[in-house]
């Protein structure tokens, strides 16, 4: 075995080689540490939360007493017993930390458990009597239909006109009406909701929480107990998954083992049961749409009317922002000249909805390709020349504006979809896929080439900002601490290579620190895909400060100009002047010259009218495109995605094994999203409104038999126009989107199978029974 401090050194840039993850090895090992997989400090509790069994009602018994007579328990706290605000909705005050004496959704949480064990604890909370009193005249709102005809909602309608739309439609040639769906989606991360909370002296508190959003938990715990800010502190290493479900959610569970610790006087955990876990928080939100479109003869979009409504859930969460990146990307990479829209934010009683990879994008998206395919089969055209009529402009000037305002600059889709259309030999397929399905009556294909653009930032301009903390200790080595969380997309990896490439050094001499708003304080969530582009730039920025000073000492050194001063290859070199960097280190320390640093670094560029929702709310587009063929079997509904070829525009790529990865995984989760992975709650009856695909048995997330045979993906080569990071481009979200070309494929298969003429109407997820729907073959209705 070698010695702890043996390493292969990488000398040359660092940007652009594809590193691994820098804990891939602890990984596959085991060896990563995970909050559970911390050691326990002495006297842990362990707690467990109390769930509602009632949708919509009014607590008229809460008995408690068997929960708090049970051996081991040690704390049961209602809402009563809440010394601050009893508040975790990031936006709105609308979301209790524990229900007071309304509930509205089955499976709130309505009081919690310490005690000395997990298995007390969960044991415990059985024990619970409730009960409820229900209203028939006013039973649970549990679908979007409900919702729109009881006005109910958790933020008022919004309407955005852009263009003469009934002049558009008044001289265009054509006309379609139609109407979709497209479900929910559960995170369904490795490692589920958690924190551990452990007190510590003077009234304050240190947790360490499995969160997107340190900063978040740091204010919401201090809320709920009724503390300051600096009385908190938040860590975070690692998180095994989120996908946006930690980013406003993992509060709930924060405050409840705040709360315990702080009653207490002990460390308390709680992990959440992954059956508590899926029924008790938020998802992805499903949205329905009605529209009219107007084209011409090209398949040319005149006009659109469109109604987009999502479910919400009881409370508001991050619903706004979240419908408002759907406006944002109904364009997708087309241009819409005339467009009415009318979004409506229902509040149903089932569990709040809230971020999810992509954020609303993939929702405006899914409609906009439907249309298109829609007037495509209207006019017998083949879709992918329909959407190519449809693209941005790809200079300035007519039709290189959105919806919302904002210049198109920097269009590469009609290039990179020709690209790939070519690599991937559409037309001929397309002929080849023509010829299989007039000669099989049973099973059918599809193909389709969909295009992706998609914004970059925050709609909320204030997020996006970044700090970041780099020390460099007197044998040349660094450690980087920063606002970002590492969630298995790469983040730490990419930060190290930004900041050992600053300083010329091989990235074993870099170390990344864990999250913690005690070293960086008011972090942005790491979303929105911005993670490196907003902690790369603020790392960077603290490595140049450090460099500044460490050339004007050799400057100083060797008589000559600091800008002459290069780092490279572990070493710092100027006219008449060579050495180590660590060498330098220590006699920059020794001359007493500070060598640590902070960061900072903001968005430019971009401005968002909340109310109006125009402006430039993206700092840049990325880029792709998609092309999957797929099977049906036009008997028994199922599908299987044959090939998938995928062209991707990461800019100039930091990491370009990690960026493939990104890509690979975020196609795959949507295509999970579109085909298999169905929400379904109890419609009614005395358990209305319980979600029962609460578990792996019930609820199907792609597995690695799912992975089409073929799949190939490239990057594009395409440098970001903007000053990001080392030219690079986002990729955590934008792949996500690349899977409705699936969709569309599945689409085409069984539009092969139906007569000609013939509507074709498929909501997601396109399950067998969806499928077969779709078919005229199953009259049953969508659940």
């Not at 989120?242 to 980013?247: D, I, L, P």
Request: proline fraction near 6%; aromatic fraction near 8%.
């Amino acid at each position: 075995m070698n010695a702890p401090h043996a390493r292969t050194v990488q000398h040359g840039p660092q940007v652009g080689r594809p590193l691994p993850h820098e804990s891939a090895a602890l990984h596959v090992s085991g060896a990563a540490r995970y909050i559970d997989d911390l050691p326990e400090l002495a006297g842990t509790l362990h707690a467990a939360p109390g769930l509602s069994t009632c949708a919509r009602g009014r607590i008229t018994r809460l008995d408690l007493d068997a929960v708090r007579a049970l051996p081991g328990v040690r704390c049961v706290l209602t809402a009563a017993d809440i010394p601050g605000s009893n508040n975790c909705g990031p936006i709105l005050h609308d979301d209790p930390v524990i229900a007071a004496s309304e509930v509205q959704f089955y499976g709130q949480v309505i009081f919690v458990v310490a005690a000395e064990t997990r298995d007390i604890a969960r044991a415990a909370v059985r024990l619970a009597r409730v009960e409820y009193a229900t209203d028939p005249a006013h039973p649970p709102i549990l679908d979007m239909d409900s919702a729109i005809a009881a006005e109910s909602w958790v933020l008022p309608p919004f309407t955005l006109t852009r263009g003469p739309v009934d002049e558009a439609f008044a001289r265009a040639p054509h006309h379609l009406h139609g109407h979709a769906r497209v479900g929910g989606q559960e995170h369904f991360y490795l490692e589920g909701q958690i924190s551990y909370a452990q007190p510590r002296e003077d009234h304050s508190l240190h947790l360490i929480c499995s969160t997107q959003h340190p900063t978040e938990m740091q204010q919401m715990v201090s809320h709920v107990l009724g503390w300051r800010s600096h009385q908190v502190s938040v860590e975070c290493r690692r998180m095994g998954g989120a996908f946006g479900g930690k980013e406003s959610q993992s509060a709930q569970w924060a405050c409840l083992a705040a709360l315990l610790a702080a009653r207490t006087g002990r460390p308390v955990k709680l992990r959440l049961d992954r059956d508590d876990d899926m029924v008790a928080t938020g998802k992805r939100h499903p949205f329905q749409y009605r529209w009219e479109s107007a084209f011409d003869a090209t398949g040319l979009l005149l006009g659109l009317r469109l109604e987009m409504a999502s479910d919400c859930g009881f409370s508001a969460d991050l619903s706004g922002p979240v419908n408002d990146r759907a406006i944002c990307h109904i364009d997708n990479a087309y241009y819409l000249d005339a467009v009415a829209l009318r979004s409506l934010r229902c509040k149903t009683h089932r569990v709040s909805n809230t971020a999810f990879r992509g954020f609303g994008g993939p929702q405006g998206m899914f409609v906009i390709e439907t249309v298109l395919d829609d007037i495509a089969r209207h006019l017998g055209l083949d879709p992918l020349a329909v959407r190519t009529r449809n693209f941005y402009a790809t200079e300035p000037g007519p039709r290189s504006t959105t919806h919302y305002a904002m210049p198109v600059e920097d269009n590469v889709a009609p290039a990179l979809v020709t690209e790939l259309a070519a690599d991937c030999d559409y037309a001929a397929r397309r002929a080849a896929m023509a010829a299989f399905n007039a000669r099989s009556p049973v099973l059918k294909r599809g193909l389709a080439l969909t295009p992706l653009k998609f914004g970059i930032s925050f709609n909320a301009t204030h997020y996006n900002q970044a700090g970041a903390l780099v020390h460099v200790y007197t044998d040349g080595t660094v450690l980087v601490s920063h606002g970002g969380t590492e969630m298995g997309q790469g983040l730490y990896t990419k930060v190290r290579q930004i900041v050992a490439h600053e300083f010329g050094l091989p990235v074993e001499d870099v170390r990344l620190s864990s999250t913690d708003t005690s070293r960086v304080a008011n972090t942005s969530a790491t979303a929105a895909s911005s993670g490196t582009d907003l902690n790369g730039k603020a790392a960077q920025a603290a490595c140049q400060n450090i460099k500044a000073r460490l050339a004007a000492l050799v400057a100083e050194l060797a008589g000559c100009d600091p800008a002459q001063v290069e780092f490279a290859a572990g070493q710092v070199q100027a006219p008449g002047f060579a050495s180590g960097f660590g060498a330098l280190v220590m006699r920059a320390y020794q001359a007493r010259i500070q060598l640590w640093d902070a960061g900072f670094y903001r968005t430019p560029k971009i401005h968002f009218d909340p109310i109006t929702k125009l402006g430039r709310p993206f700092f840049y587009f990325a880029y792709g495109a998609a092309c999957s063929e797929v099977a049906i079997d036009t008997l028994t509904g199922e599908t299987r995605v044959l090939r998938v070829d995928v062209l991707h525009d990461a800019g100039q790529s930091i990491n370009p094994a990690l960026d493939i990865g990104q890509i690979e995984g975020g196609f795959i989760q949507g295509m999970g999203w579109l085909t298999s992975e169905e929400l379904w709650w109890r419609p009614d009856g005395p358990q209305a409104g319980r979600l029962m695909s609460h578990a792996p048995s019930t609820y199907k997330i792609p597995t690695a038999s799912d992975v089409p045979e073929v799949f190939r993906v490239k990057l594009y080569a395409n440098a970001n126009r903007e000053d990001s990071i080392h030219r690079s481009k986002a990729v955590g979200e934008p792949p996500f989107m690349l899977a409705l070309s699936v969709f569309q494929a599945i689409r085409d298969a069984v539009a092969a199978a139906l007569p000609a003429g013939r509507p074709l109407q498929l909501d997601a997820p396109a399950t067998p029974e969806a499928v077969l729907r779709a078919l005229g073959a199953l009259d049953e209705p969508t659940p």
